[in-house]
């Protein structure tokens, strides 16, 4: 009877301590827990038990809680943590994620803004060959905008080849214009020789220049906000160490086996847990910061030269002066041409292309935007180290001067030392053991430390590619960088085709052979050419990136080549 009265003693102290009911049961242990969507209710304990088979929620007093619950609740605490994770960068990523769209959708109002002008100075200035000249002019701004996009473009010979097509056109309506059209025989003859004699002067090699410099700094700005977005979305899914898992399980739930479902951890027991469990995310603050300044001195380089802007709505100017100085310099082209030209091939083969309707432009430029962005993106420079502190005083420990959970009781203050952020400072941290930095986290800030050379100008990127630029060779006859098939992307949206024309023709004075080089589609329906001036014609096409297939096709008499036929 004693030792009955003994127990009963205890029990009735141990309620009263640790949170339980006088009706000596779980009920609000098991409310919350289903409440949590935690697991089924048939793993509570109908009452409070000894808790020795618990591997962290130990406890001298009676239990709520059985191993099963315990793996339960870690699950839960660490599905609650990653969920506090996104919810605390969501609106960052939503930040840069809402930019990007934005800075892409206004490069391509401006592409397509850029190309009407052309248009419109072509019809204006020189009705003659607009018609003619519209095909080059949107396969031009086409190149562009996929250079800008990312694809592995050639500026210098993305802008020479669409002078080498607008020669001919020069040529035939301003500079000889007693000529009717020209078959596309002699028109590739007057193509092949526009890279000597320079009909334009310096204006492809200026524009070329001033393509690839602000092509390449607006590329880099979409680049470096790819990467913050997966900088944020590695962070969010940041595996967590078993010694955090344990660590978070004990701060969040092991009150709950004691019935105490309301408290919330002792401020200085959530700083030392969170910035144990988030070190490695520290270590990325430094960097983070030098992102946020690295932008903003690549924004405020992007002006004159390098404003993409201004550059792309300049280009019709530069057209304009391109075709005055060649007409300036026509007789003198004239008698270049003149000495490598055979027979003349006239036709008529022009086809009107309607010009595209005028564009919009947004009020705001794009210089505006990114000073409204960075000016948004500079008030989370300190997220990655400040964020464990963050998520505690927000959202997870308990107030000043409030009784508070330790770890092990409800106590009126937290009493251990309070560590720092980073990996070093966990080396004191009496809550939770941390080994390292995560592999993930140091692969992200390899990336960082990347960017950031190339967005402060210390490291150069590759024209194409992010990594490096290439200046290219200017190698007409090799490989062209800026062609590119349909594994490339080069494909336009909505099933249309991104067509190439002829690229060169190898001899144009007594045409012993045309060799068309293809690797896009080529649409030559209705094209007649005469087999007396081509007595052998070979078409190679390129097939992937290397392979080549050789086909002769000449017969006698005329040969029509068409889209079917090739």
């Known amino acids: 009877m004693g030792a009955l009265w003994t127990h009963c003693v205890f029990l009735l102290a141990f309620c009263c301590g640790s949170g339980f009911g006088s009706s000596n049961k779980c009920d609000e242990v098991r409310k919350v827990f289903q409440l949590r969507q935690i697991g089924p209710s048939q793993l509570l304990p109908l009452s409070p038990r000894p808790g020795s088979d618990l591997q962290v929620c130990t406890s001298k007093n009676l239990t709520c809680c059985t191993k099963k619950m315990e793996e339960k609740y870690q699950v839960a605490a660490r599905r609650d943590i990653q969920n506090l994770l996104q919810t605390s960068s969501s609106s960052l990523k939503f930040l840069i994620s809402r930019n990007v769209a934005a800075f892409q959708e206004t490069f391509e109002v401006l592409m397509r ?6 248009f419109a100075v072509l019809q204006q200035s020189y009705h003659s060959l607009a018609d003619e000249a519209m095909g080059a002019v949107r396969e031009f701004f086409t190149d562009i905008g ?10 210098d010979e993305l802008v020479q080849r669409f002078f080498d097509a607008l020669f001919p056109l020069v040529y035939n309506h301003l500079i000889n214009p007693g000529l009717s059209d020209i078959l596309p025989g002699y028109a590739e003859c007057v193509r092949s020789v526009s890279r000597d004699v320079r009909p334009f002067g310096g204006t492809p090699s200026l524009l070329a220049d001033q393509i690839a410099r602000s092509g390449v700094s607006g590329k880099l700005l979409l680049q470096a906000l790819h990467l913050g977005i997966e900088v944020i979305n590695t962070t969010d899914h940041l595996q967590l160490s078993r010694e955090c898992r344990r660590a ?10 004691q019935g105490l479902t309301q408290s919330k951890p002792c401020m200085g ?7 144990g469990c988030l070190a490695s995310m ?7 910061r030098e992102f946020v300044r690295s932008l903003e001195g690549l924004s405020a380089r992007m002006h004159g030269p390098q404003d993409l802007e201004q550059v792309l709505l300049g280009v019709h100017t530069l057209l304009h002066d391109a075709v005055r100085h ?6 003198h082209l004239s008698a270049q041409v003149k000495t490598m030209k055979n027979d003349v091939i006239l036709s008529r083969t022009a086809e009107s292309i309607p010009l595209k309707a005028a564009v919009r432009v947004s009020a705001d430029s794009l210089a505006v935007k990114r000073r409204d962005f960075l000016n948004s993106l500079r008030l989370y420079r300190t997220y990655y180290g400040g964020l464990a502190d963050q998520l505690c005083v927000s959202e997870l420990a308990s107030g000043d001067g409030l009784s508070c959970w330790n770890g092990t009781e409800i106590v009126k203050s937290y009493t251990l030392r309070v560590v720092g952020n980073g990996i070093k400072a966990q080396s004191a941290n009496p809550e939770i053991k941390v080994k390292g930095a995560d592999p993930v986290i140091n692969q992200i800030i390899d990336k960082l430390k990347h960017i950031n050379q ?7 990127p590759k024209l194409g590619s992010l990594d490096q630029i290439e200046t290219g060779s200017g190698d007409a006859e090799g490989r062209y960088s800026g062609d590119c098939d349909d594994e490339d992307g080069c494909s336009g949206s909505g099933g249309g085709e991104v067509k190439r024309k002829v690229s060169r023709v190898s001899k144009c004075k007594s045409y012993p052979l045309l060799i068309l080089l293809i690797n896009q589609p080529v649409d030559y329906t209705n094209t007649f050419l005469p087999c007396s001036h081509y007595p052998s014609i070979h078409i190679l096409l390129l097939r992937g990136k290397v392979k080549w297939q050789e086909h002769s096709i000449c017969g006698g008499g005329r040969i029509f080549l068409g889209s079917n036929e090739i």
């Open 113 to 118: 803004q850029a190309e009407n002008h052309t």
């Open 146 to 155: 996929l250079f800008l996009l990312g694809s592995e473009l050639n500026v």
């Open 248 to 257: 978070l399980l004990k701060m969040h739930y092991c009150p709950h086996c």
């Open 269 to 275: 027991y959530c700083l030392n847990v969170m910035r």
């Open 282 to 288: 520290a270590e990325i603050d430094a960097h983070w």
């Open 326 to 331: 060649a007409q300036k310099n026509g007789p």
């Open 454 to 460: 190339l967005l402060q100008g210390k490291s150069i």
